[in-house]
């Protein structure tokens, strides 16, 4: 068993690049995925568990929840969290908080991947993805400080009641969205979407991904599609794709990655 546990969500590769970063300053760590059931639940003989994810329509992404609540962590065990948002930290935080008390967490802003609803250069504060980079290396060196130094924070995170009434009605958006999903002519039929839906969403049927309408929004096929051939109607079509450039495609479909 490793000395610490970092048990990630990552849709486009940023939180899991932090987890990484994190994890080579504490040093002897698993990081466990989130992006389907983890592969290790029983993390009753780490000393420090923590958990990196993104703010998803202001709440956790996908089945995060559900995943976490089946974790063990043995009483006394130090545990933070942080999240990547674009503009709001939203009910997340809290959510891990009432399953898993806190003993730290943060939160740091990063440019948005849900480019189907907003461009990712609206980040706030505003910022270039190079400095956005920087921003998120500087908070990860900040959180291995304090993580071993034992920090606490002063108080709760947020319940964020707004944000968690929205993230319940996601559904009704991704059913909305699910059925402007196509492939363009740049489609090469390479498969990694499906490879890479979190719930099986994606098939490739002759040489084409076909969509099922169980989407939970993270966008990865969008944004890591090697050919950016995938899209949203027309709107994804006038817009970047933002997928971590320290990341590749591989790294997210690993169960548990080990850092010494």
């Known amino acids: 068993m490793s000395e610490n546990i970092i048990y990630c969500y990552s849709g486009s590769g940023h939180c899991l690049d932090m987890a990484k970063t994190i994890a080579k300053g504490l040093g002897d760590t698993d990081i466990v995925m989130m992006r389907s059931f983890p592969a290790k639940t029983d993390a009753t003989e780490a000393k420090r568990v923590g958990f990196i994810f993104s703010c998803m329509a202001g709440g956790l992404p996908g089945d995060v929840e559900s995943y976490i609540k089946a974790i ?3 009483p006394g065990t130090y545990t933070f969290a942080v999240e990547q948002y674009a503009g709001y930290l939203g009910c997340g935080l809290r959510k891990i ?11 740091v802003s990063n440019h948005s991947t849900a480019i189907w609803l907003m461009p990712h250069t609206l980040t706030f504060p505003p910022t270039s993805p190079e400095n956005a980079q920087k921003r998120v290396d500087k908070k990860a060196a900040k959180v291995v ?3 071993l130094a034992g ?6 995170p947020s319940k964020a009641k707004p944000f968690e009434l929205m993230s319940k009605g996601l ?3 991704h ?3 699910i059925r402007k999903f196509e492939a363009d002519e740049n489609c090469t039929g390479c498969g990694l979407c499906a490879s890479l839906c979190p719930r099986g969403n994606i098939r490739i049927e002759n040489g084409k991904p076909s969509f099922s ?13 090697p050919e950016a051939a995938l899209n949203i109607g027309n709107i994804t079509k006038k817009r970047e794709r933002f997928p971590d450039r320290n990341v590749n495609a591989s790294e997210l479909l690993e169960k548990i990655i080990h850092i010494d």
């Open 72 to 74: 063990r962590i043995a």
């Open 97 to 107: 908080d009432e399953i898993v008390p806190l003993n730290y967490w943060t939160g």
């Open 145 to 147: 400080a304090d993580v």
């Open 151 to 156: 920090k606490r924070s002063e108080r709760r």
């Open 171 to 173: 559904g009704k958006t």
């Open 175 to 177: 059913a909305a969205r």
């Open 213 to 225: 309408a169980n989407c939970m929004g993270c966008l990865s096929c969008v944004q890591l599609c």
